[in-house]
């Protein structure tokens, strides 16, 4: 039982157009969502985050949308770089834990 | 760097043995989890310590074990291995549960591979 399904393994990009990385959830108990950036042979790192009762939060060329009703949220990464090649995880956490369920991956290439 | 140690960051052993994975967490933080990744999942969450306390369990085999020690450093148990415990094992810190708690800082993890 899956609860964060991210369905696409893999994202290719052009450098300066925008990356869309999707993620749904089917667990209505969480509060918030977050996305970590991973590179290889290093742990995840914390990328931005978005409380439940929002619908978009943003930092700098990241912003994250959730659509409660359709159970989906996604990241726009804007322009896009190289340096953004990585594998992005969404996450779930919870409400009142600290658990985070995190989806398989996304694995995204951005090339000049 | 997240400010997580973890060590070591790979181990090979063979089926039937036991092994110990040991994480450090970030200085002050006070809340450590440990997490599975294996070939093609996403983090599997094993267990959250909170100052020396179990605070919540996950998808832990009872072959495996933890603890939070009074330096907040913290231990993962693996006996009894078995060829699909290979997997890649995160350790993460935060600085308290509810506060930020959703933050997690993760170490760069350690690679085990039964054989």
């Known amino acids: 039982d899956q609860q964060v399904k991210q369905n696409s393994p893999s994202l290719s990009v052009q450098e300066g157009r925008i990356s869309i990385l999707n993620c749904d959830y089917t667990?209505?108990?969480?509060?918030?969502f977050l996305w970590y950036k991973k590179y290889p042979a290093e742990g995840p790192t914390f990328l931005i985050s978005i409380s439940s009762i929002k619908d978009k939060n943003e930092d700098g060329r990241f912003t994250v949308f959730l659509n409660k009703s359709a159970k989906h949220l996604s990241l726009h990464i804007v322009p896009s770089q190289p340096g953004d090649s990585a594998v992005y995880f969404c996450?779930?956490?919870?409400?009142?834990?600290?658990?985070?369920?995190f989806g398989t991956g996304t694995r995204l290439q951005v090339f000049p | 760097d997240s400010g997580v140690t973890q060590t070591p960051k790979h181990l090979i052993t063979a089926t039937g043995q036991r092994v110990t994975l040991r994480c450090s967490p970030r200085?002050?933080?006070?809340?450590v989890y440990w997490y599975q990744q294996s070939l093609d999942q996403g983090l599997q969450f094993l267990i959250q310590?909170?100052?020396?306390?179990?605070?919540a369990k996950g998808n832990i085999l009872e072959r495996f074990s933890a603890q939070q020690f009074p330096d907040l450093h913290s231990e993962l148990n693996l006996s009894s291995l078995e060829l699909g415990d290979s997997a890649l094992y995160f350790c993460a810190s935060s600085v308290a549960p509810g506060v930020g708690g959703e933050k997690l800082f993760f170490g760069s993890g350690t690679q085990l591979s039964v054989l």
């Open positions: 996450a779930g956490r919870l409400y009142n834990t600290d658990k985070l369920i």
């Open positions: 200085s002050g933080d006070l809340s």
């Open positions: 310590y909170y100052n020396g306390e179990e605070r």
């Open positions: 667990n209505s108990m969480f509060d918030y």
